[in-house]
C-alpha cells in the first residue's frame, strides 16, 4: 500500500493550498477531490461572484459617465457573452491550480475519499496510508426546510452560476454577504431584484455603520429590500409572509451554509454544534486527523481556509509559529462601496477608542465620484494597538490591506499617522483617520 507523509481530503482553497505547502516543505503529498479542484470559492462561490460583480461595476461605471457628459445612448448587456468571460476565467484559475499540483509532484486522486481511523484513505479502488490527514472538504449550501417548498423550484449558489439568461425578476432569500452580493451583481445589468430577508436587517455580521450605505445604494440601483417578517409558506411561485405574498420568476437561496461532515460522522469524530470540534492547532477528537476550512469554526472564507491548512502543515513539521488569529483575518463584502473589516468593531470592545472619517473630502474619492464610506480605527486608548479596522470605499477590499500590514508588523496607529501615503489616494484617509486619534487630522 502506497505511504504519504500527509493525505489531504478536498481540494478547495483549504486543501490544495495545503497540499502544495506540504509538498514545498519536502512532504509526500497525497491530494483527494471528488469534483472539480478550486472548491466552491473557484467554482461556485468567491470567483463567479467576483466576476458577475465586476461586470455589475463596469455598468455602473458607464452610467456614472453619462453623468459626467462621456455619453453612451445604449448599453445592452449581452449575459451569455458575460456568462462565457466566466466560464474562461474559472477555467483558466483551475488549470493553474491543477499545474501547480502536478508541478510539485503531489499525487492527485479523483473521487470520493473514506477515511478510516488507521489513517487509511479509500479513494474508489485504491487505498492508501499516511501519517497525518487534514480534511478540507468544505460546505454546501443551506436550504431551510421551509413549508410547500418541495413544489416549488429554485436556485443555491451551487447551481446559479450556470445560468444562461440573464434572468428578468429574482428574488433572493437572505441577508448577508452573500446574499447581498448576488442582489448587486444581477441589478445594475437589469435584473428586477427583491431581497427577502426575514431579520431586522441585512449585512449582520458586518460593521452596523456600514450598512445603512450599502441600504441606501441598494435602493438606488432599483434592489427591493423586505425585512423584518416571517416566513409563512411557499406555494407555487408565491412566498407567504407575514407582511403579504411575493411572487418571483426565480428564485435563489442564500441562507448559509452546511459543513460536508460525511468523513467526520463515519469516522465518530467530537462535534461543536454542527461543526467539526478542534482544537487551536485544528486537531480533531482523532490523533492524526486535522479539519480545517468550512468545516471548523472561525469566519468561513478562503483566505480563513488557506491559513488554517499551512499552518496545520507548520505545526505537523514542528515549526514553531504564532496560531491562526481570527483577528487578522480580513472580511470583505465586495458590494459597490466595498466593505472590509477585520478583528473587533467598535460594539465589541470596552475602553477602546475609534475614529471614523467619512471618505467624502477624499480628493481622490471626490474625482472618482465614490463618495459613501468611511475609514474606521478601533484602538486602544494607552498604546494605540490596532485592535480593528472597517474601511466602506470603492477599493476598499485593497484599501485596508494597509492598516493589516502595519497590525501585523506590530504597528502602532502611530506608525499609520506617520506613514507617508502617496497623495492622491483613497488610501491616504487612512493616514488622517489616524492622526484624527491624536487629534491632528488635517481633514478635520
Ligand atoms: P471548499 O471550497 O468547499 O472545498 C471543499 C472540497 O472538498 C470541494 O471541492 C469538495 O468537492 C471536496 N470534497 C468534499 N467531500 C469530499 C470527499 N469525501 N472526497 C473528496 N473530496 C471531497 N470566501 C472568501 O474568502 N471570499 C469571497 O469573496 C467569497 N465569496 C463567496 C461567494 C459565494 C457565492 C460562496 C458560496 C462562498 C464564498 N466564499 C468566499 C466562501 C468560500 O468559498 C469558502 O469559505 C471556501 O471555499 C472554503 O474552502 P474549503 O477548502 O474549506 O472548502
Same mark, same amino acid.
Given at each position: ?95 493553474? !491550480?491543477?499545474? @501547480? ?5 503531489? %499525487?492527485?486522486? &479523483?473521487?470520493?475519499?473514506?477515511? *478510516?481511523?488507521? /489513517? ?124 403579504? !405574498?411575493?411572487? @418571483? ?5 442564500? %441562507?448559509?451554509? &452546511?459543513?460536508?461532515?460525511?468523513? *467526520?460522522?463515519? /469516522? ?177
Amino acid at each position: 500500500m502506497e505511504q504519504f507523509d500527509i493525505a489531504i481530503i478536498g481540494a478547495g482553497p483549504g486543501g490544495y493550498v495545503s497540499a502544495i505547502h506540504a509538498a514545498k516543505s519536502g512532504m509526500k503529498v497525497a491530494l483527494v477531490e471528488r469534483d472539480k479542484v478550486g472548491g466552491a470559492c473557484y467554482n461556485v462561490g468567491c470567483i463567479p461572484s467576483k466576476i458577475l460583480l465586476e461586470h455589475s461595476k463596469l455598468v455602473q461605471e458607464i452610467q456614472r459617465g453619462n453623468d459626467w457628459g462621456i455619453e453612451t445612448p445604449v448599453v445592452n448587456v449581452n449575459f451569455p457573452r458575460l456568462m462565457q468571460r466566466k466560464n474562461t476565467i474559472v477555467q483558466e484559475l483551475l488549470e493553474n !491550480i491543477e499545474q @501547480y499540483i502536478a508541478s510539485n509532484h503531489i %499525487t492527485f486522486y &479523483r473521487g470520493e475519499a473514506s477515511v *478510516a481511523a488507521d /489513517l487509511t484513505v479509500t479513494v474508489g479502488q485504491e487505498t492508501f496510508v499516511a501519517k497525518d490527514i487534514i480534511l478540507a472538504t468544505g460546505s454546501k449550501p443551506f436550504v431551510p426546510p421551509f413549508k410547500g417548498l418541495e413544489n416549488s423550484s429554485y436556485y443555491t449558489t451551487d447551481t446559479f452560476f450556470d445560468m444562461e439568461e440573464l434572468p428578468q425578476q429574482l428574488t433572493i432569500i437572505g441577508g448577508g454577504v452573500i446574499a447581498v452580493e448576488m442582489a448587486f451583481s444581477l441589478a445594475p445589468l437589469g435584473t428586477k431584484v427583491t431581497m427577502l430577508n426575514h431579520s431586522e436587517d441585512i449585512l449582520q455580521t458586518e460593521e452596523p455603520d456600514a450598512r445603512p450605505i450599502i441600504r441606501k445604494k441598494m435602493k438606488n440601483i432599483g434592489i427591493e429590500l423586505v425585512t423584518n417578517f416571517q416566513f409563512e409558506q411557499f406555494n407555487g411561485n408565491e412566498i407567504h409572509t407575514s407582511k403579504g !405574498i411575493y411572487t @418571483y420568476e426565480n428564485l435563489l437561496f442564500a %441562507t448559509g451554509r &452546511r459543513p460536508n461532515t460525511e468523513i *467526520a460522522q463515519q /469516522l465518530e469524530l467530537d462535534f461543536d454544534g454542527r461543526l467539526i470540534a478542534v482544537n487551536k492547532h485544528y486537531e480533531t477528537s482523532l490523533p492524526h486527523i486535522y479539519a480545517i476550512g468550512d468545516l471548523v469554526g472561525g469566519y468561513q472564507l478562503a483566505h480563513a481556509a488557506s491559513a488554517e491548512g499551512i499552518y496545520v502543515v507548520d505545526y505537523i513539521l514542528g515549526a514553531k509559529r504564532a496560531l491562526v488569529d481570527q483577528a487578522l483575518i480580513p472580511r470583505c463584502v465586495y458590494t459597490h462601496p466595498e466593505i472590509a473589516t477585520f478583528g473587533l468593531l467598535e460594539d465589541q470592545v470596552h475602553q477602546a477608542y475609534t475614529i471614523k472619517m467619512p471618505i467624502n473630502t477624499n480628493p481622490k474619492a471626490l474625482m472618482e465620484g465614490n463618495v459613501e464610506g468611511f475609514v474606521k480605527l478601533v484602538v486602544t486608548k494607552e498604546e494605540g494597538y490596532i485592535l480593528g479596522a472597517c474601511v466602506v470605499a470603492d477599493g476598499a477590499t485593497e484599501i485596508l490591506n494597509a492598516i493589516l500590514a502595519t497590525k501585523n508588523a506590530s504597528g502602532t496607529v502611530n506608525e499609520l499617522a506617520n506613514m507617508i501615503f502617496p497623495h492622491p489616494t483613497v488610501s491616504e484617509h487612512i493616514g488622517d483617520a489616524a492622526k484624527a486619534v491624536f487629534g491632528k487630522a488635517i481633514q478635520q
